[in-house]
């Protein structure tokens, strides 16, 4: 999966699970770029849980630090190398 897919699927998980459906597209967009700066710790939980989920993938906890999450494309970027890792497994 190539990392503007990824970043598409994750932003698409990050409007499910967080935002307010009534919210419009241009809110929700300004939302989920600023999101993982001020993103509290039940929902960094639930977004890794969906994360995870959706891909297949289990994410190290060694993984788990401000520099891979402190913003949309740090996340972005950590996430590939699981989902790019296990695409070359199962080659």
Do not use: C, W
């Not at 990392?3 to 307010?20: N, Q, S």
């Not at 597209?25 to 993103?39: G, H, M, R, W």
């Not at 996430?79 to 296990?86: E, F, L, P, Q």
Request: charged fraction near 30%; hydrophobic fraction near 45%.
């Amino acid at each position: 999966m190539n990392k503007e897919a990824l970043k598409a699927a994750i932003v698409k998980i990050i409007k499910m699970i967080i935002l307010d459906p009534h919210d419009n597209e241009a809110q929700k967009d300004t939302f989920v770029n600023d999101y993982l700066s001020y993103i509290d710790s039940i929902r960094f939980i639930e977004l890794i849980t969906e994360v995870e989920n959706e891909f297949g993938i289990e994410i190290s906890n060694e993984d788990l630090i401000l520099e891979n999450i402190k913003d949309l494309d740090s996340f972005v970027t950590m996430i590939s190398k699981y989902v790019n890792a296990d695409v070359k497994i199962m080659k």
